[in-house]
């Protein structure tokens, strides 16, 4: 999206605005977009979801955010405008005092992050004194602090723990916990609770959602649970082979999807009332990969709407662009609006 047109993919007050985001792989003679031409936004204190199948390229979204795809991979176009700077052109020691202390992550694997042989009170000081608090009984205080907010019982005690002394849980903890240590305004949750039991990934998503409440932080949740969506996210995001095809509230996406992509996925759900269903509403097929996607409409050969309106030539000729329609932004040549009810797949949407 271009100019100065306030669309729904970019709200007013935007802390984080990306506009027309490409990142690609160069393997050889081979180029595979792993992003391509990606618009969204988040507004100051917004909890956005990002959905998708695997493959989708939402992970890759979500850290090219901070610049922290390696090579082969680049971004080779695009803006991500962060509280009015634009982070793709800046150098890396500018981009490297905005990691942690404006942006912060979460991974989905705290223990893959973390370093085995150091202490966790010494993996989160480090952090501290990377950017220039000084004083290291200062740190330590504010280290203790930063798990007690996290629900560790003993956070003096827990300082002194090697990662691999603590659960699954209280690692992905530790993790947000980093992440909280210099009050980011914006955090980056990639996966952070599919590891973890349900109980636990309650408490992990109530203290994302605590943080966004309370201090005004900004998440753009990427996950694949559309439960945990519904529950904590004010706008939803579907994306599909390296393109957001369909936005909106998350009411209006879960009551009413309009890109035959969004209802399939809503309708593989369980319903929360009633006898299951014998057979669960799959999507056939799978995302095609990023240096094999069909022509027009990268959905058209798994899409049931299609195959319903007698497949209309323009799917297969033509990519339908991201547009506003209603309440949403879809990429659809034939935008629907498909009501999700308790006889099929459904999720419980809270106001």
């Known amino acids: 999206m271009t100019g100065a047109t306030t669309t729904k993919r970019e709200t007013p007050e935007a802390l984080l605005t990306v506009r027309n985001l490409s990142v690609h792989f160069r393997t050889g003679d081979t180029t595979v977009r792993a992003v391509d031409d990606v618009s969204l936004s988040i507004g100051r204190g917004e909890i956005v979801g990002l959905v998708g199948e695997s493959g989708c390229g939402k992970s890759t979204l979500g850290m090219s955010l901070l610049r922290l795809i390696e090579a082969p991979g680049e971004i ?6 962060f509280d009015g700077r634009d982070l793709v052109p800046l150098p890396e020691k500018e981009l490297r005092r905005i990691r942690g202390r404006d942006i912060s992550l979460v991974v989905q694997n705290a223990l893959a992050v973390m370093n085995p042989v150091t202490r966790v009170g010494e993996q989160l000081t480090e952090v501290l004194r990377d950017h220039g608090q000084a004083g290291r009984a200062d740190r330590l205080v504010r280290a203790r602090d930063v798990l007690a907010s996290v629900g560790f019982p ?6 002194h723990s090697y990662p691999h002394q603590l659960s ?8 947000i916990a ?7 305004r914006l955090i980056i949750a990639d996966e952070p609770t599919t590891a973890l039991d349900v109980t636990v990934q309650a408490q992990v998503l109530q203290l994302l959602t605590s943080a966004c409440r309370t201090q005004g932080t900004s998440v753009l949740l990427i996950t694949h649970d559309l439960g945990v969506v519904a529950e904590t996210c004010d706008r939803v995001m579907v994306m599909y082979a390296g ?25 593989a759900l369980l319903p929360l009332r009633g006898a299951p269903p014998p057979v669960l509403q799959a999507l056939p097929g799978q995302t095609p990969q990023p240096n094999e996607w069909p022509s027009g409409c990268r959905f058209n050969p798994r ?5 319903a309106l007698g497949d209309p030539a323009i ?6 662009a991201l547009r506003d329609v209603g309440a949403h932004a879809i990429a659809c040549h034939f935008p629907g609006e498909d009501a999700v009810g308790t006889g099929r797949g459904s999720v419980r949407v809270d106001d």
Do not use: D
């Open 303 to 307: 899409c049931p709407r299609r195959a």
């Open 154 to 159: 003993r956070p003096a005690h827990s300082l």
């Open 243 to 267: 393109r957001v095809v369909e936005s909106g509230p998350v009411r209006q996406i879960f009551t009413s999807p309009r890109h035959p992509y969004t209802v399939a996925l809503l309708a």
């Open 178 to 184: 980093q992440s909280l240590l210099l009050g980011p």
């Open 76 to 81: 080779v176009g695009g803006e991500v405008i």
């Open 168 to 175: 699954g849980g209280m690692q992905q903890r530790v993790s």
């Open 315 to 320: 799917c297969e000729a033509e990519e339908p």
